[in-house]
């Protein structure tokens, strides 16, 4: 059993700053990435970024320069630093770990935290 638990969203007005975490717990093995996900009503989920357990990172273009994502191998837990925030990075942010078992990639998802950005 996997879980993963978020925290961190919340309301912040528009150039604010949130910090997301998520903590993987269970029989989990390797985790291979570890990032976040964004879901905003009427949109497809987007990638926002991820990061591989070598610290190599990946991250939307909309959110390059404003994001940084981190981890902490060791306590299994990812982090999404958010700094001048817009409007349209409202959305529920979902972890998501990616953790490879012989030659299969299993995806695992949190519940989603929801960030709003009022203007």
């Known amino acids: 059993q996997v879980q993963l638990v978020e925290s961190g969203g919340g309301l912040v007005q528009v150039g604010g700053s949130l910090i997301l975490s998520c903590a993987a717990s269970g029989t989990i093995g390797t985790i291979n990435r570890m990032g976040w996900y964004r879901q905003a009503p009427g949109r497809q989920r987007e990638l926002v970024a991820d990061i591989t357990s070598g610290g190599t990172t990946n991250y939307a273009d909309s959110v390059k320069g404003r994001f940084t994502i981190s981890r902490d191998n060791a306590k299994k837990v990812v982090y999404l630093r958010m700094n001048s925030l817009k409007p349209e990075d409202t959305g529920v942010y979902l972890c998501?770990?990616?953790?490879?078992?012989?030659?299969?990639?299993?995806?695992?998802w949190g519940q989603g935290t929801q960030v709003t950005v009022s203007s």
């Open positions: 998501n770990i990616k953790v490879v078992r012989w030659t299969t990639t299993y995806d695992y």
